[in-house]
């Protein structure tokens, strides 16, 4: 193979000039060289552009390999030259009707790739004859040419009568150039593809599904998704008619029709098919990384509309330990989701398996998620605390303070259950730095104050350094100690809070602390039951 | 990530394409669509370096400022990326990059920033043809090579056009053999992982039938799977499920009806190799091989890595190249090694140790022990768990875990020339790994 690194290394200067003699040999591998070193040029991102006119005049030859080059130069760098743009119509003209086929189509889909106002006028005649072409590869070059068109002007679209030939081109007897028809008269329509397919022509669009190529098949599938059937057996008819395409080797193919079977399920339910999308989406999570996580985000979608598709195939979300990270994560989000009483044990065992894993936040992740199985399985919410104590019983920090975290959420959740944990809960802290965590902390102390044996050294460490601590943990702070000072009153707790209050309205800046000591202050200066039936009243369960 | 599946997603696969190397410099870009800015896509590429650099890999990059998201797959040294709307059918996009690269690598053996360099202008005509608009065409490397390469040098090549429109773009016509043969291998690959407690946390196995086809013409071939394996894989819509194979996908090649309805596998095959079909099967009920791996440490200074191999499999058969990877601690050293059977080498760059073993009858067991130095701090250490687990890596020739078979594989062509077929059996492993047992 020759190697065109070679076009890459001139870097004299004048080369511009030099180029420009050049391109007017008569010497055809010289032209040929000249114009690869341009192209190179163009693709580092040097400014060829003062050279348009003379590769434009090299543009009527009968080499194809040049011919493609200028083309591609001629793409790139029309917009910045109408003017001169308007030489080259000629040639795309002259080229449009040239014998061999494959430079018929070069020059209808070179021309509608130049977005010129100017050009696009001499564009129509030439689109108008390769719409007809006897040949199959002009045809569907001219299809997607007439997309082109219209997103430079619409209006000559229609008043040429396109639309009505894409119409046509839509149940050509070429497969390809009917995908091609309805990519752009999909475009063409914004994605309301319901006005493209009617009942009469439905079932030609189903025939040349079969014998499409793939990308054909993603095409019409993502088409006939969108189609809104006239009744319940037409959905019935459309979807038997895909169903073959779950087995396809191409995932994009399996997954348009996975998307077409749910779409016209809305119509026609049935449980049976809907079964059926679930070993096509699993095997997927078998595929590259990327092709993993579409799949996955599918899931999720799917799961938003039918939940529980998914619960007999949970060990497929188990995490590999050299999956990347944002596999993971995905994988996760599903795992919490698909926990039912039948699997919530299996997957606790995993969960627990990942908190040990070396990467920090996926571990933390995965604590939560213990968590979220605590409260959406209540049978099986002792477990889960267990498997939390376990974790917390390694005494890993940054595990300790996720656990306390989820922890808070279970005790609001299942109120007066699980108050024996909190004391290997405090055995276990050695240093908190998570503000989440202190504040959640300081929460659970506050509403077990009674239980706790050490919660007044506690509270009294971090009232201590309070003014280091960010808004929201003084803001806790504040209203558990206020909490401790209702619910086992004594003089300490009473100095305690009078020096918090004392803080809040004097040294903090905080409109919110500053307002929410000023309530407490006076509630207990008024009454303290009525105080304690406002500070401690209970608060609604998490959701 | 907006929603992909349940909405009909109708804008094109792709706007504009662009390699990168790995220092995110843009080495080649085309532009089908024009309606990607320079600043929206100088804005991606920084975002996608942004990300990359602080280890967030996930392969899709959004720009706030536009409806237009940077879907990349890395491979060797660069960055293969495409530039959408967002919304967009984002499975379509993946795998037509991933399509890309198998094309790029069929073309210049290897795909790396050099060739790029080399090959511009080819690359350049092959994004010409495997797109339009935005609207992928083509991405079959064996009929664009045809293709490409004879259009550079000559004008006349009618038949190759058709190839390109019609359902059979994966054949060309005119291929002739003097000997006809057709070869199948049957590939199956085993996953398994075994957690601390011994449970199977994941086991899988999937298989691909891989065709080398030698056959002039236009030929059909018919390939007949064992009762089994069919019954499963959908044919009667009511045994979905119930039988070994879960999942199966095929080549487009084969008549998806055809096997629908009569359970038999019709294709034209392209020339040389390629996958015919791939299924995915629930595991067999035991593993393959099974190890039980322990460790422990005793005294101040030693650990003693304990590991059973069992085969599991029938007798009759042998499992070879079997090789086992023991992870040890990193900073253990002078080890004593016994085993029953195969050899045990030491690989401190990678803290592990290697015991391989050539061949292996079924129904077997064997053992190994080693006893590493640690080095001793005087006080008795909780050494936290790896998190690397034992990996096995094996080969059971003549045979397949699920139980498949051909029936028989037939090539039906108008000429009437008569083809030999060959079949072959293999099982391998793919990512087997057992934790140490607690």
Request: charged share 20%; proline share 4%; net charge negative.
């Amino acid at each position: 193979m020759p190697r065109d690194s070679k076009y890459f290394s001139s870097s004299k200067k004048g080369e511009v000039a030099e180029w420009r003699q050049d391109l007017k040999t008569s010497d055809k591998v010289l032209l040929k060289t000249t114009v690869k070193r341009i192209i190179a040029a163009m693709t580092v991102g040097k400014d060829v552009c003062p050279l348009f006119l003379d590769v434009i005049n090299c543009m009527q030859t009968e080499d194809i390999e040049l011919k493609k080059l200028i083309y591609l130069y001629a793409i790139n760098y029309a917009r910045s030259n109408p003017d001169i743009a308007i030489l080259a119509v000629n040639t795309f003209v002259k080229d449009s009707q040239d014998p061999n086929p494959f430079i018929r189509a070069l020059a209808v889909r070179t021309m509608g790739c130049i977005r010129v106002d100017k050009i696009v006028e001499y564009l129509c005649d030439p689109l108008n004859l390769a719409l007809r072409d006897p040949d199959p590869y002009v045809r569907k070059t001219a299809a997607i040419c007439v997309a082109k068109l219209h997103s430079i002007n619409s209006e000559l679209v229609v008043d040429r009568g396109f639309l009505q030939q894409l119409k046509y081109l839509s149940v050509d007897e070429n497969p390809m150039v009917v995908a091609n028809s309805i990519s752009a008269l999909v475009e063409i329509q914004n994605g309301e593809s319901s006005e493209i397919i009617d009942s009469q022509c439905l079932s030609a669009v189903i025939a040349s599904l079969d014998v499409c190529t793939e990308w054909g098949q993603v095409a019409i599938l993502n088409c006939l998704a969108a189609y809104k059937c006239v009744d319940g057996s037409e959905a019935k008819k459309v979807i038997e008619c895909a169903l073959p395409k779950l087995q396809h080797a191409n995932y994009a193919v399996v997954l348009a029709c996975i998307r077409l079977i749910i779409n016209h399920l809305q119509v026609e339910r049935s449980d049976e098919l809907l079964k059926r999308i679930v070993p096509p989406m699993v095997t997927m999570l078998n595929a590259e990384a990327e092709i993993q996580y579409v799949a996955l985000s599918s899931i999720e979608d799917i799961m938003n509309q039918f939940p529980s598709i998914f619960h007999e195939t949970y060990k497929a979300f188990f995490c590999k330990y050299d999956d990347p990270a944002y596999v993971k994560y995905k994988k996760l989000d599903i795992l919490v989701k698909v926990t039912n009483e039948g699997n919530v044990a299996d997957i606790l065992v995993e969960l627990r398996e990942y908190s040990g894993e070396v990467d920090i936040e996926f571990s933390r992740k995965a604590i939560r998620s213990i968590g979220a199985c605590a409260l959406s399985v209540p049978a099986f919410s002792q477990t889960c605390v267990d498997a939390l104590l376990i974790i917390i019983d390694t005494r890993v920090n940054y595990a300790v303070q996720e656990s306390i975290v989820v922890l808070k959420d279970i005790f609001r959740c299942y109120p007066g259950k699980y108050e024996s944990v909190v004391t290997p809960l405090c055995r276990s802290l050695e240093c908190l730095d998570d503000p989440d965590a202190k504040s959640s902390l300081i929460y659970i102390l506050g509403e077990y104050a009674g239980r706790i044996d050490s919660t007044l050294d506690l509270l009294q460490t971090f009232v201590d350094t309070i003014q280091d601590e960010p808004t929201s943990v003084q803001l806790q702070l504040l209203t558990s100690t206020v909490k401790f000072f209702l619910k086992c009153p004594s003089q300490q707790a009473k100095t305690l809070v009078q020096k918090i209050l004392k803080f809040a309205t004097t040294d903090s800046e905080h409109p919110d602390l500053r307002d929410r000591a000023y309530v407490y202050w006076r509630l207990l200066s008024h009454d303290t039951d009525t105080a304690a039936n406002v500070v401690t009243a209970n608060i609604p369960l998490p959701s | 990530m907006e929603r992909t599946c349940v909405k009909g997603t109708t804008s094109p696969v792709c706007s504009s394409f662009h390699i990168l190397n790995s220092s995110y410099q843009l080495l080649l870009s085309r532009d089908w669509r024009g309606e990607i800015t320079c600043a929206c896509l100088r804005r991606l590429i920084q975002r996608l370096a942004y990300n990359l650099d602080n280890g967030v890999s996930v392969p899709i990059v959004f720009d706030p400022q536009s409806h237009v998201c940077m879907l990349f797959v890395t491979h060797n040294d660069i960055l293969i990326a495409c530039t959408a709307e967002t919304g967009t059918d984002y499975m379509a996009t993946f795998i037509f990059l991933h399509k890309l690269i198998d094309v790029f690598s069929a073309y210049f053996d290897c795909f790396i920033e050099e060739s790029i360099r080399d090959n511009f202008v080819i690359i350049y005509e092959l994004l010409d043809e495997v797109v339009d608009n935005g609207y992928p065409q083509l991405t079959d490397s064996a009929v664009l090579g045809e293709f490409i390469k004879v259009l550079a040098h000559r004008f006349e090549t009618p038949h190759l056009l058709s190839a390109a429109t019609t359902a059979t773009s994966w054949r060309k016509h005119g291929i002739f053999y003097k000997k006809n043969e057709v070869f199948l291998d049957v590939i199956e690959s085993c996953s398994l992982f075994v957690d601390a407690h011994g449970r199977e946390t994941r086991s899988l196995l999937t298989g691909t039938l891989t065709l080398r086809s030698q056959l002039s013409g236009m030929p059909k071939c018919h390939l007949s799977l064992n009762e089994r394996a069919i019954r499963a894989a959908g044919v009667h819509s009511a045994a979905i499920g119930t039988g070994t194979l879960e999942d199966v996908n095929f080549h487009p090649s084969v008549d998806l009806s055809a096997f629908r309805s009569r359970g038999l596998i019709c294709f034209t095959p392209p020339d040389g190799t390629f996958d015919l079909l791939t299924y995915r099967t629930l595991h067999p009920a035991k593993p393959l091989l099974d190890i039980h791996a322990s460790t422990t440490t005793t005294g101040l200074s030693t650990v003693e890595y304990t590991v059973n191999l069992s085969t599991l499999f029938k007798e009759q058969n042998m499992a070879s190249n079997v090789r086992i990877e023991i992870p040890v601690a990193a900073d253990a050293t002078s080890p004593e090694i016994q085993c029953s059977h195969g050899s045990v080498v030491y690989q401190p760059e990678d803290d592990v140790l290697t015991w391989t073993l050539k061949n292996v009858k079924g129904k077997r067991e064997f053992k190994l022990q080693a006893k590493l130095h640690l080095p001793s701090t005087g006080v008795k250490q909780t050494r936290r768990k790896t998190s690397v687990p034992v990996r096995v890596s094996f080969e059971v020739p003549y045979t397949t875990a699920s139980g498949l078979q051909v029936k028989y594989l037939k090539v039906i062509e108008k000429e009437g020339y008569t083809a030999l077929p060959w079949v072959r059996y293999i099982t391998r492993s793919d990512d087997y790994a057992f934790r140490f047992r607690e």
